[in-house]
């Protein structure tokens, strides 16, 4: 058996970042921000999976999606 010490201060150290002022601040923040809105398109779009291929489609399929997630914002308010 093993016992990886650099291991277990790299758990340490995440740890210590999480539970910092910083850390808390900027967990509260991330879910403000964007977990919403990933959550929305994911569950409530149905949205899990790109249908083209080739980064050009992506971004404008990804456009399509994000421009339809904010048409619909408004509508359900």
């Given at each position: 058996m093993?016992?990886?010490?650099?291991?277990?201060?790299?758990?340490?150290?995440a740890k210590?970042n999480?539970?910092?002022?910083q850390?808390?601040?900027?967990?509260?923040?991330?879910?403000?921000?964007?977990?919403?809105?990933?959550?929305?398109?994911?569950?409530?779009?149905?949205?899990?999976?790109?249908?083209l291929?080739?980064?050009?489609?992506v971004?404008?399929?990804?456009?399509?999606?994000?421009l339809?997630?904010?048409?619909?914002?408004?509508?359900?308010?």
């Amino acid at each position: 058996m093993q016992i990886g010490f650099e291991l277990r201060r790299y758990r340490q150290q995440a740890k210590d970042n999480l539970l910092s002022e910083q850390g808390i601040a900027l967990r509260k923040q991330r879910s403000i921000e964007v977990e919403t809105v990933f959550g929305d398109i994911k569950y409530n779009m149905n949205f899990r999976r790109f249908m083209l291929r080739g980064l050009k489609k992506v971004e404008i399929e990804w456009g399509l999606v994000c421009l339809a997630h904010n048409l619909r914002k408004p509508a359900i308010q």
